[in-house]
């Protein structure tokens, strides 16, 4: 197996009294795409928030391309791309200034140019230079994602990308998706429709209460019994999880 791209251990994050995240170990290899379920609250986002350096973990050990979290975060940050609720995009500016703009940011050689072929490849490029409080949510999503590429990172974060997508946009995005599962790339996909998660994914974990309770290669799932076994997991884990509370109140 190659070296591991994402190194994660013990990783814990309390908001205050709330246990986020309760110790998370995970490896990832280059080519890796986990899809990771869980309910709302499970901790999903806050994983994804402190992997792109976005939040500080309480403790535990994140290691992403040979870069240390702790110390490394400029580096750390070089290496990946964030996909999320928020499209991270100005309002009043074009397509093309604002991707050019990130393009900047990350010291992109020919940003116009790159900028311009990103846009293209996200099937955006009739609307190259209209403002972006013009587009649908489904289109804004699209040029989120060549915000998110635009340093051709090697790991990539998307935290429920499909939420408030129509069908169209929905399978658009799946498409892009296949295309960035291109073999070298490490991709994380939190998403709550299992279907979707399953056909893009090598890897599948759950997440719930902040522990990493279910993690198998994509082959060892069975499709058919997966929704049976994802609600059976969750339930057993809240059980669990509150017979634990119970004990701390
Ligand atoms: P998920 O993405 O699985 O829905 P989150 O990571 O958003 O879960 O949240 C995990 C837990 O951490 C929840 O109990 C949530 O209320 C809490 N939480 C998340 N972000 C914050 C924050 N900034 N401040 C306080 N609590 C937070």
């Known amino acids: 197996m190659a070296a591991p791209l994402i190194q994660v251990a013990g990783l814990i994050k309390n908001y205050g009294y709330i246990k986020a995240l309760r110790g998370i170990d995970l490896e990832l290899a280059p080519g890796d795409f986990l899809s990771l379920f869980g309910p709302n609250g499970a901790g999903k986002s806050t994983l994804i928030r402190l992997l792109s350096t976005q939040a500080k973990p309480t403790s535990g050990r994140v290691e992403i391309a040979g870069y240390n979290l702790a110390e490394d975060t400029l580096e750390l ?7 999320s609720h928020a499209s991270y995009l100005y309002n009043s500016l074009t397509a093309l ?10 010291g992109v050689e020919k940003p116009e140019r790159q900028a311009r072929k990103l ?3 996200v099937g955006l490029a009739d609307r ?4 972006v409080r013009t587009f649908s949510r489904g289109m804004q ?42 073999g070298e ?7 709550h429709n299992l279907n979707r998660g399953l056909a893009l994914a090598n890897q599948v974990a759950i997440l719930v209460q902040g522990r990493l309770i279910y993690h198998q290669p994509r082959t ?11 609600f059976q997991h969750v339930s057993q884990a809240g059980q669990a999880g509150s017979g634990l ?3 701390l109140a």
């Open 77 to 83: 940050r070089h290496q990946i791309g964030v996909i």
């Open 220 to 230: 060892d799932v069975n499709e058919a019994e997966f929704e049976q076994l994802y």
């Open 245 to 247: 509370i119970n004990q």
């Open 141 to 182: 999503q699209r040029l989120s994602i060549a915000r998110a590429l635009i340093h051709q990172p090697r790991i990539i974060f998307l935290d429920e990308p499909y939420t408030g997508l129509d069908q169209h946009a929905a399978h658009l995005l799946s498409e892009l998706l296949n295309q960035l599962n291109d």
């Open 185 to 191: 790339r490490t991709i994380i996909l939190i998403t």
């Open 119 to 121: 846009i293209e490849q």
């Open 97 to 106: 200034e604002n991707i050019k703009l990130y393009a900047s940011l990350y």
């Open 128 to 131: 190259m230079h209209h403002l």
